[in-house]
């Protein structure tokens, strides 16, 4: 009978669980063949891997909320490329979630610092002054995740409302 782990609900968690559980068997000097300490650490990596994946995702999800809610005046010309980039980030960020549920808290403990961040890279990208985006933006990681967020963000015709 096969046995279920971590591997199949939550592919982070179960790298820095395999990485901690070589490292302790290098220590006992287990199997002394393998190069444990590397391996563990090749492990680890994969999952630090879709770690720093997902936080890029924020980051450009960050970017986005940011410019649509304070370049009003860039709506008619990037609305499209914009809410395009917003559903596409938050459909991998969901995505992730569902693989690897353990970085939801990892997300939210990162999204202050996307915000932050996303000011500078936003008035690059947008070609504004900086100043048009507020020093501490008050976007939550809930709202940013959520699909009816901002309201005006779907013109009625492809809201999903029911």
């Known amino acids: 009978m096969e046995r279920a782990t971590r591997y199949d609900d939550d592919f982070y968690a179960w790298t820095q669980e395999q990485a901690a559980a070589l490292r302790r068997a290098a220590d006992a000097r287990l199997n002394v063949d393998v190069d444990w300490v590397n391996v563990a650490e ?5 999952g ?4 720093r994946a997902l936080y890029s995702r924020l980051d ?7 410019k649509w809610l304070h370049c009003p005046e ?14 596409e980030q938050r459909k991998e960020i969901a995505g992730e979630f569902d693989f690897s549920p353990s970085l939801r808290k990892a997300a939210a403990e990162r999204w202050s610092r996307a915000l ?3 000011r500078r890279q936003a008035a ?3 070609e504004v002054p900086i100043t048009c985006f507020p020093r501490d933006p008050a976007i939550s990681f809930a709202e940013a995740l959520d699909d009816a967020f901002p309201p005006d ?4 015709d492809v809201r999903d409302d029911g």
């Open 116 to 118: 932050r961040d996303a």
């Open 60 to 66: 450009v999800l960050a970017v986005h909320l940011l």
């Open 124 to 126: 690059i990208e947008a």
């Open 42 to 46: 090749e492990v680890e990596d994969m």
């Open 48 to 51: 630090k891997s879709d770690r």
């Open 153 to 156: 963000l779907f013109p009625p």
């Open 74 to 87: 860039l709506l008619d010309r990037c609305a499209r490329q914009w809410r395009l980039t917003i559903v």
